[in-house]
């Protein structure tokens, strides 16, 4: 009887995991909006750059733990980049794309790692993305996420990213 009992006990502990995987929604995507600080850029004279941008990420997650997404930003203004001593290159409102890993290691914190790609009409760049997202779930499958990005960009700079975005399970 006991053996019966805890057979059944394991059946049913089985039957309702199952249930609350199933629950589980896989796909993200989130409108951000952001703002990246440009160390290495000048906008009419001034040496401190911070960028206007606006997002979309649409993810994937496999499980609640791993998963893997496209972020993808507008930066919103022109600007100039000093690559060697003296020239500089003019910026045209990049795109930047990129395919990232995420890996949500404490509760509601996420890490970012990934690798991607700005578009520009002068000049395109590589780019290594890391980052740290922190899901607050607020009801119906709904989020806020705060951001923090440093993408480092081929020809030796950095940017750094803060943002906001507005997630929805599905």
Do not use: C
């Amino acid at each position: 009887m006991k053996k019966n009992i805890l057979v059944l006990v394991i059946l049913l502990s089985s039957i309702k995991l199952a249930a609350q995987e199933e629950h589980f929604k896989h796909f993200r995507i989130s409108p951000v909006l952001s703002h990246t600080y440009i160390p290495m850029a000048t906008n009419d004279g001034d040496k401190t750059v911070i960028v206007p941008s606006i997002g979309l990420d649409v993810e994937y997650w496999f499980n609640k733990k791993w998963g893997f997404g496209f972020h993808n930003d507008l930066e919103l203004e022109t600007f100039e980049i000093e690559k060697e001593h003296q020239i500089f290159i003019e910026k045209e409102f990049p795109v930047v794309l990129t395919l990232d890993a995420l890996w949500k290691f404490h509760k509601e914190w996420i890490l970012v790692f990934g690798t991607g790609i700005e578009f520009e009409k002068n000049e395109d760049l590589f780019i290594i993305r890391t980052g740290l997202e922190y899901e607050i779930e607020f009801g119906n499958h709904w989020d806020v996420a705060p951001t923090v990005f440093y993408d480092y960009r081929s020809n030796n700079f950095g940017t750094w990213s803060i943002g906001i975005g507005i997630g929805k399970r599905f």
